[in-house]
């Protein structure tokens, strides 16, 4: 297992090549074009490797034309998209290629392995049609290439602003399907909250950002989670007003849950003190209820499609 050393924290990847090939992406929302290497991308993001190398199989074992081993950090390494999926080097399938149109000029160059013809790779761009922040996608690309979050400086590591650029880190985590970088969001937040005291909690544009502005819902749980470990002494009295309600009312949720189950060994009395009756009955709901609540908006969707398609396939069988 490889480790990209840098100043402060690293991330932990398998061994990789950059690849011969880049890829070029747009969001929605922003007109700058992104160009990343593709493999470096596939290799770390689910949704691009979805895109793109979809067919691929994991690079390993050796070359199907040389016989030779596959060194992804030391050789450019391409693969069969028509098909099999089945890597080689890059100048092997070159010198496949043109031994085979040398032979037969007419006939279109085949897969050594699988025997379907050649698919060319298409240079275009790859359009993302959510709404992304682009010092958030580009400190994605960063930390690819770097294995290190660099938020921009002129967010103050103790300000709510800082905390608002991570979750827009996650936000776009979630997107690409990169459950890495989510880890590193979350593995710099607690590493600040480790060296400061107070730390630098998340405040109300952090929880507007986290409960009105995206629904995602592993983002929530963890600032309700994180939020209840720092919480000060009277906040529900002074401070409470300036979050949004639905973040109160889970936050309120949360303590009483933990008091109940006795997490943190943490009283949340004071916290509880204004909302008591409302949400301890919430409380008393259950862990699935609670659960629910911050399930993604895409996952209860996908779920509800799939129980259409069962009613749909029974109905079928029926008739």
């Known amino acids: ?15 990789f090549g950059l690849g011969p090939n880049c890829v070029s992406f747009k969001v929605n929302n922003c007109d700058r074009l992104f160009t990343v290497h593709e493999d470096l991308l596939c290799a770390n993001s689910e949704y691009f490797k979805e895109k793109l190398q979809k067919t691929r199989k994991p690079i390993g074992g050796r070359c199907p034309v040389c016989h030779e081993r596959l060194h992804p950090t030391l050789d450019d390494i391409t693969f069969c998209s028509a098909k099999c999926g089945k890597n080689m080097h890059l100048k092997c399938m070159k010198a496949w290629r043109k031994r085979s149109q040398a032979e037969k000029p007419r006939r279109r160059p085949t897969c050594p392995m699988c025997r379907s013809y050649w698919k060319q790779r298409t240079d275009g761009v790859v359009l993302i049609h959510e709404e992304l922040d682009r010092n958030a996608v580009q400190l994605y690309i960063d930390w690819l290439y770097s294995g290190k979050l660099q938020v921009d400086e002129k967010f103050n590591r ?49 929880a507007k950002y986290a409960f009105e502005d995206q629904d995602i819902g592993s983002m929530k749980r963890f600032v309700v989670d994180a939020f209840l470990v720092d919480i000060e002494d009277g906040w529900s009295e002074s401070n409470a007003t300036g979050f949004p309600p639905a973040f109160v009312r889970a936050v309120c949720v949360a303590a009483v849950r933990s008091m109940k189950k006795n997490r943190n060994n943490k009283d949340y009395s004071d916290l509880l003190s204004t909302y008591t009756d409302e949400h301890y009955m919430l409380a008393e709901t259950g862990d699935d209820e609670y659960e629910y609540e911050y399930e993604d908006t895409d996952t209860d969707t996908e779920s509800d499609t799939e129980q259409s398609d069962v009613q749909t396939e029974q109905t079928e069988r029926k008739e």
């Open 1 to 15: 297992m490889a480790i990209i050393k840098r100043p402060g924290k690293s991330k932990k990847m398998r061994p």
């Open 158 to 206: 103790s300000s709510d602003e800082y905390n608002v650029q991570l979750l827009k880190g996650w936000t776009v985590s979630s997107t690409f399907k990169d459950v890495t970088f989510t880890y590193a969001i979350i593995a710099e937040y607690l590493s600040w909250e480790v060296k400061y005291s107070p730390s630098p909690y998340f405040g109300p544009d952090a």
